[in-house]
């Protein structure tokens, strides 16, 4: 789509609604919460508390590789530079691009940079870069910077990043998932060391009332064409219903087509409301009882290690979008404050 040939922003596992960030923008701390819902882990900096030998230490980290990096586990993390492009002498304003290499004797860096339309990959002194992360953004009050991002590679049969074929978190209303972190803490606080199932389903039908409240948080992702990857959907989906409590039955009085999610086109994977609920009940367990339940699921059911692990990831997405709502909620508030402040003064 557009100028890209393979990849779009809707094949994000995003924690944020797209039209979200198409009114608002990205801000660094957006940056973050977005690329830990990608399953990254993300280590972030304003130039304002830095200095610019320790923004000339990340791009070390990142470009340069060392004698012993082959015997090494993990892999240099990726910069991303968030800059004023009007201190590169380029037009626009902020603007996100990641790094790709660093030469020393000349002392710049290489900017691939991400608007191929607009300009192509170009060489910048790194002071200068440096320069241009130090203005202050207007929606955040603070200066721009910069972002490490790094994956933990769990074996060597995974080939980069899990992505979510059956879900994604993306609520429109963010403190939708914020309330139910906070259910979460407030279950902890009672005593419950791990939240139940029946909690979970209650939660999420506002006590039996209304069993479409669950889509408010999970949407389908779009039915892959390839016969393969069909497939896998279907194992993955096969094994949710695996994990399902039988108790749960028929619990919720609401006619049998309101729980299925409402379809926007004919190619959404059809997810029946104890599906989505089992996914969500998931993504609330603690990581090591989630993948206890998705790994001894019992000689009932048959599902391949390939098939187990996809669905782990699908829990931990929703996990990680649970986890960071408090701070998506919070970026995005000072955001629209900062906007709103701005226009007053206009």
């Known amino acids: 789509k557009g100028p890209w040939r393979w990849y779009h922003e809707d094949m994000l596992n995003c924690c944020m609604a797209l039209e979200e960030v198409k009114k608002m923008g990205i801000t660094l701390n957006i940056f973050s919460c977005l690329a830990r819902c ?8 304003f130039a304002q508390d830095c200095t610019l030998e320790s923004f000339r230490e990340a791009v070390n980290r990142s470009c340069i590789e060392t004698g012993d990096d082959e015997n090494r586990d993990d892999i240099n993390p990726l910069l991303v530079v ?7 002498q380029q037009t626009g304003i902020g603007h996100f691009s990641p790094i790709a290499a660093f030469d020393q004797v000349s002392d710049q ?32 009050k ?31 209303d963010n ?13 902890k606080v009672e005593g419950c060391k791990e939240v139940k199932w029946e909690d979970v389903r209650q939660y999420w039908s506002e006590g039996g009332k209304n069993a479409s409240f669950v889509w408010k948080t999970l949407e389908p992702q779009i039915m892959p064409v390839d016969e393969q990857a069909c497939e896998a959907v279907d194992a993955v989906l096969s094994l949710v219903r695996a994990l399902i409590p039988n ?7 609401l006619k049998d087509d309101e729980y299925k999610c409402r379809k926007s086109s004919n190619r959404v994977i059809s997810l029946a409301f104890d599906e989505a609920i089992c996914i969500i009940y998931l993504a609330s367990l603690s ?34 979008a649970i986890k960071t709502s408090d701070e998506m909620e919070e970026a995005l508030q000072e955001v629209k404050k900062n906007q709103s402040n701005n226009c007053d003064c206009d």
């Open 38 to 45: 990608q399953g990254l882990q993300v280590e972030i900096h």
């Open 82 to 88: 968030s800059y004023n492009r009007k201190v590169l």
């Open 109 to 140: 860096i290489l900017i691939l940079d991400t608007a191929r339309f607009k300009y192509g990959a170009h060489w910048v002194p790194l002071p200068l870069l440096f320069d241009a992360m130090l203005p202050v953004d207007p929606d955040t």
């Open 142 to 172: 603070k200066s721009r910077g910069y972002a490490l991002l790094s994956y933990k590679q769990e074996s060597d049969d995974i080939q980069g990043l899990h992505t979510s074929i059956l879900v994604k978190s993306t609520a429109t």
């Open 175 to 187: 403190s939708i998932r914020q309330n139910y972190k906070h259910f979460l803490e407030a279950k």
């Open 247 to 253: 108790s749960s039955s028929n619990k919720i009085s």
């Open 287 to 320: 990581p090591d009882l989630c993948r206890e339940h998705i790994f001894t699921v019992g000689d009932s059911f048959i599902a391949d290690d390939e098939t187990k692990a996809q669905l782990l990831m699908e829990a931990e997405l929703v996990r990680e």
